[in-house]
Structure formats: structure tokens, C-alpha cells
């Protein structure tokens, strides 16, 4: 295998395609969770203050049936080259929509709002999508003004979830396009019945359009395998210690258009368990979680992040500081012995009331999608009475090609290769990075590898060489224990004038674990010797840290004290030192702005990255004049 690696579950080298030998395509795994369940209940919502409402498997498949026959009614075609945008939040009818194409094989085109409206337009030229499925009015008049100034031809129906007036239908019209609820749609398809034309493994069944830091988005072409063999790998890691069953529950909040949430959902379909999905609204999302319960949760680190600092800011005593790190402490002893439980004495008397925020029946977290501080994991990994898995991957692979291992408690790693991929990592000279050194670019094989990008051969061979190996952009480790660990970025490193190689995203995840700071973007030029900071504080935190400066005021008062600024840059630097930062990898001076980089402002991406172009763009008068009070 020329130095790849392969997972230590595999006696051989034949990698994981499937899991189930009845479920080879997600139309198959939905099937295989009507059996599996005996039709049990498969989708949940609610509405606010009220108890969850269920559609059985059954109804589900039903429904997609109907909704698949009326888009054939509507001139679509059953293969994989017919495209259907899906333009909604996470709810039932996102599922009912994707599983109407697959069940006469065409293909889903996720579109999400935070991408902007032109790169809405993109996709929709790019993907030639003729239909459209919204779930509000706002997004179909978001589509609409496109048509209307004759930017998408292609476009010819919308279907939407939600009620509509009639102004709306009359306004498409205008433009030639038909705009339906979608129970008409339905209705025409339940009087139109068509019989299924089931996908094969090696179908199209998703493009994933990602969010380029710079650029138009790219689609990512999946197929039914890609996605399948990601699900059946992490079922495999996790069979001998904690199977998933029916009578699991998974809450559905991240994003359905990213590949991460989409393998979740595959997992629990094919083992016949219930999804629940959020109202909507991230602020009711404890909410929701008290009220269904669920046992399985994927996250985010900023979501970790957020449970980390509250639990820390709850110890607001010299007592209770104790209590809390010594009942973490004997929790993490038992952890490392291989007991995970909830039910002990010291969860009753400190971590209860955490765990019932969640439900308090979760088993299995897994977070992915950006780096998670250790200390931060190592800590809730005692705390939340839960195996928390730590996952790491790209849409390109389908979600994941590393998972940490039930029993490997450690941190500082993002687990050994999963079962339905070969990892090698390739030699970065220009980074000093060899594969001599067990270091290098992270490069993956296996049946969860995509297709390339929709109608991009350029961008695909750039990904994808011809030896099959898909090239991350990342820059990993070998640890001694067979795991991998990301180090480094390939593709946003830039040079000082020293001549010396930053990788600012590596320098930003030490420092954003500041307790001041929200935000931070560290930018250099190779022209300077030194780095830069711009820095967002957190509206919530700074208050109290500034209070320990004896500076009292409001946010922006706060924010324009010089004296807060010097704290904050000698908090940073201290992080940096700790966490083994060389000195040109500092920050010499700090900018603080008031606002949150968000992606209203264009300053992050949808997966909430940095869109570093814009931000040097927006701040260039600011840095122009750090670097000339410093006058280097």
C-alpha cells in the first residue's frame, strides 16, 4: 500500500462499501429501516411549547413516492442526471423531498441560504435545475428576482412547504414559472403513481455544493456508495460498544446540506431509529432536546465550546471551582478505565443538571467539521456521562475518513483511518513536511471518495490525481498509537519577510480560547516581519474581564480602552506560549473591532470559516495602520 494506512478493524484490504448486505443505497437503507423498526416512527417535529409529532416510516416512504411520481409528472426524468434543488431548513419535508429522488434516481442539489444569492444563481445555472423545493416564500422570491431579470432560464417550477399567497403564484407566472404547494404536488403524484426505479450503489444520489473561501462554490458529484460506505464505517467502529438500534433518537439541527448531518441521518435510517428535528431556531435548541430526548447528538466544537465555558462559569464560588475539577477529575479516572456512566454519585451532585440540558439520555456524541480544543473535550468526556467521538474529514470523502476509537480516551488526535479508506500522508517541502517523518498532506482512497466536482475536470484534478488519492489541503501526523493528528494547513499558509512559513488558522485555534475573545483573524504579508490580530470580543465575557482591569462601561466603551486591548494582546500571547507558538508565530499588535465576522457580512463562509480575502480587504486600513505605528 506504499505507506498508506489502513484501520486496525480490517484483517484485510478490502474496505468497507456497506454495512448491511440489504442497504447499499440510501433508498435501500430507508427500506431496510421500515423493516428493521416493524414501521415505527421515523421523522419528528413539533411546534412551540408542544410535545413532538412522529411520521411513521411507512408514511415517509409514502410521501416521497407521491411527491417523486408528481416531479416525474412534471417532466423530470428517473436517472442520475435529473437534478431537484432542495432549499430549506432541516425539517420533515427536506427528508420526504430527498427521498422523492431517490427513489426514481435522481439527484438532490441542497441549497442553503447563508450562501448568498449569487451563489444560489451559480448552482442553479451550473446544476441546469428546472425544479426547485423551498420551504418558505421568502427563498422562492429569492429565486424569483433571478428569474425575472433572466438569470436562470433553466428554472421552471418551485414547490413550496409552506402556505404562499396568491400574488406569488401570479408573480411566476409572469416569468413562466409554476410555483406549487407542495400537498399539490403530492396529490398529483398520488393520482399519477409511478413505480420505484431504485438507484444503483454507483448512481449520483447527492451534488454537495461547498463553500469556497474564494471563488464560486464547488459541487461535490456523491453517490449513493460514497455516502452508504461512510455509514456503514463509523456502524462498524462502533458495533461491539455501543449498536445503534430502533429505539434510538437523533436530534436534527445542523445543517441538512452538509455531508456531515446527511451521514448521520443514513446511519439512523438503516438501523430503523427516529429523527427529530429542531423548530428552527438555535436558541430553542435546548429546548427541544428536554423535550425529545435524544440519544444520539452530533456537534460542533463551538457548540462544546459554549456547554465547556457555561459549566465553567457556573463554578462561581472557591467551593464549587473545587467540587468541579475534582468531580471531573474522578470522573475522567473512570473514563480512562473504560466507564462511561450518568449515573453516579457525583453526576447526581454537579453534572445532572448539564445532562438534562441534553435530555439526559445521549450516548454517543460525535463532533466534527472544525478542530476541538483537548482540554475542552477531555473535560465533557467526564462531565456529559457520554461517549464523545472526535471525527475528522472533508464533502469530498463523504463526511469522514478518521474516527476516534471507543476506549481511546485520549486527545490531541482525530482517530485512526476508518474502515472504508486508505490514508497516506504525502510530502509538503515547501513546509518542511515528510512522510519520512510520519508527516505530511493528508490523502485519501476508498469507496467513500467523490466523484469530482460538477463540470469542473480543472478542480477535480487538482483534488483528485490519477492514482485515485484525494489531496485534503490538510497536513497530519502520525502518533505512535496509529491515529492521525492534523497540523497544519497546505493551502492558507503564507511567508514573512523573514522568510519564515505561518499557517495563521493553526495560530487563530490557539487563541480563540481566550475568555475575552469571540473572534480572532491573524494576518501577515511578505513584505512584513511580524504578524497582526484583528480581534471581536465577546460580548458576554468581556464585561467581567475588563471588571478585573477595574474598567467598567458598555461593550463599545469597553472595546475602545487601550488598557483592554494590551490585556487581551498579553492573554493571546500567553496561549501562544503555552501552547508552543514560536515567537514570529505571535501576534505583535491587535485591531478590536466591535462587530462579529458573520456570513451576513460576508466576512465567513456557511461552514463558518474565514473568507480571508474579504477580511484583509474590509480591514486594510486598520492593518495599514498597525504596521506603520509600528514602523518596522
Request: aromatic residues 8%; contains cysteine; neutral net charge.
Amino acid at each position: 500500500m506504499g505507506g498508506a494506512r489502513r484501520a486496525a478493524l480490517l484483517t484485510d484490504n478490502n474496505l468497507v462499501s456497506y454495512y448491511f448486505e440489504d442497504s447499499k443505497t440510501l433508498y435501500e437503507a430507508f427500506q431496510r429501516g421500515l423493516h428493521a423498526s416493524g414501521n415505527g416512527n421515523c421523522l419528528g417535529y413539533r411546534k412551540p411549547n408542544q410535545p413532538y409529532q412522529w411520521l411513521t416510516y411507512k408514511q415517509v416512504l409514502d410521501r416521497a413516492q407521491h411527491l417523486g411520481s408528481g416531479l416525474l409528472q412534471k417532466g423530470c426524468k428517473p436517472s442520475s442526471d435529473q437534478f431537484i434543488g432542495i432549499f430549506a431548513q432541516n425539517r420533515p419535508e427536506w427528508i420526504i423531498s430527498e427521498y422523492a429522488c431517490y427513489t426514481y434516481s435522481m439527484v438532490a442539489v441542497p441549497l442553503y441560504d447563508t450562501l448568498g444569492p449569487d451563489a444560489i444563481l451559480y448552482i442553479v445555472n451550473k446544476a441546469d435545475i428546472g425544479i426547485v423545493i423551498c420551504d418558505k416564500p421568502e427563498k422562492a422570491q429569492i429565486l424569483l428576482e433571478n428569474c425575472e431579470q433572466g438569470k436562470t432560464p433553466c428554472l421552471k417550477t418551485i414547490i413550496l412547504m409552506d402556505l404562499f399567497d396568491k400574488e406569488l403564484k401570479d408573480r411566476g407566472a409572469k416569468v413562466g414559472v409554476e410555483i406549487l404547494a407542495l400537498q399539490e404536488a403530492e396529490e398529483l403524484g398520488r393520482n399519477n403513481i409511478r413505480k420505484p426505479v431504485p438507484p444503483g450503489p454507483e448512481d449520483l444520489c447527492i451534488v454537495c455544493f461547498t463553500s469556497g473561501t474564494t471563488g464560486n462554490p464547488k459541487g461535490a458529484m456523491l453517490t449513493h456508495e460514497n455516502v452508504v460506505a461512510n455509514a456503514a464505517a463509523f456502524l462498524r467502529t462502533i458495533e461491539d460498544t455501543v449498536e445503534c438500534t430502533t429505539s434510538d433518537v437523533s436530534i436534527s439541527y445542523l445543517p441538512l446540506a452538509h455531508m456531515f448531518e446527511r451521514v448521520v441521518q443514513t446511519v439512523m435510517y438503516s438501523c430503523g431509529a427516529k429523527v427529530g428535528f429542531f423548530q428552527g431556531d438555535i436558541k430553542l435548541l435546548t429546548d427541544d432536546m428536554k423535550t425529545l430526548k435524544p440519544t444520539i447528538f452530533p456537534v460542533v466544537p463551538r457548540l462544546l465550546n459554549r456547554i465547556y465555558d457555561k459549566i465553567q462559569s457556573g463554578a462561581n464560588t472557591p467551593v464549587k471551582k473545587f467540587l468541579l475539577n475534582f468531580a471531573a477529575t474522578m470522573k475522567m479516572i473512570e473514563v480512562k478505565q473504560g466507564i462511561i456512566r450518568n449515573d453516579s454519585l457525583l453526576d447526581k451532585l454537579v453534572f445532572k443538571k448539564v445532562q438534562e440540558t441534553m435530555g439526559g439520555r445521549v450516548r454517543i456524541m460525535v463532533t466534527g467539521a472544525a478542530p476541538i480544543s483537548p482540554s475542552v473535550l477531555k473535560f465533557l468526556r467526564s462531565a456529559l456521562g457520554c461517549q464523545v467521538f472526535e471525527a475528522y474529514g472533508q464533502t469530498e470523502c463523504s463526511a469522514g475518513c478518521t474516527f476516534s476509537m471507543p476506549g481511546d480516551w485520549t486527545t490531541g488526535h482525530v482517530g485512526p483511518p476508518l474502515v472504508c479508506n486508505i490514508i497516506k500522508l504525502d510530502d509538503v517541502e515547501e513546509m518542511n513536511y515528510f512522510s519520512s517523518n510520519n508527516e505530511g498532506e493528508v490523502c485519501i482512497k476508498g469507496p467513500n471518495v467523490f466523484k469530482g466536482y460538477l463540470k469542473d475536470p480543472e478542480k477535480t484534478a487538482e483534488a483528485i490525481d490519477k492514482d485515485g488519492w484525494l489531496h485534503t489541503g490538510d497536513v497530519g501526523k502520525w502518533m505512535p498509537n496509529g491515529t492521525l493528528k492534523i497540523i497544519d494547513r497546505k493551502k492558507n499558509i503564507f511567508k514573512l519577510a523573514q522568510g519564515e512559513y505561518i499557517a495563521p488558522e493553526k495560530i487563530e485555534n490557539v487563541y480563540i480560547r481566550s475568555v475575552a475573545v469571540a473572534q480572532v483573524f491573524v494576518h501577515g504579508e511578505s513584505l512584513r516581519s511580524c504578524l497582526i490580530g484583528i480581534v471581536v470580543p465577546d460580548a458576554e465575557t468581556l464585561p467581567e474581564f475588563a471588571a478585573k482591569l477595574g474598567i467598567k462601561g458598555s461593550y463599545e466603551d469597553i472595546c475602545k480602552n487601550p488598557a483592554v486591548k494590551k490585556a487581551i494582546l498579553e492573554d493571546l500571547v500567553r496561549l501562544g506560549k503555552a501552547a508552543g507558538l514560536k515567537s514570529f508565530e505571535q501576534v505583535k499588535d491587535l485591531y478590536i473591532h466591535t462587530e462579529l465576522f458573520s456570513v451576513e457580512n460576508g466576512l465567513l463562509t456557511p461552514t463558518l470559516k474565514a473568507k480571508r480575502a474579504e477580511l484583509v480587504k474590509v480591514f486594510q486600513k486598520q492593518i495599514e495602520a498597525l504596521y506603520s505605528s509600528m514602523q518596522e
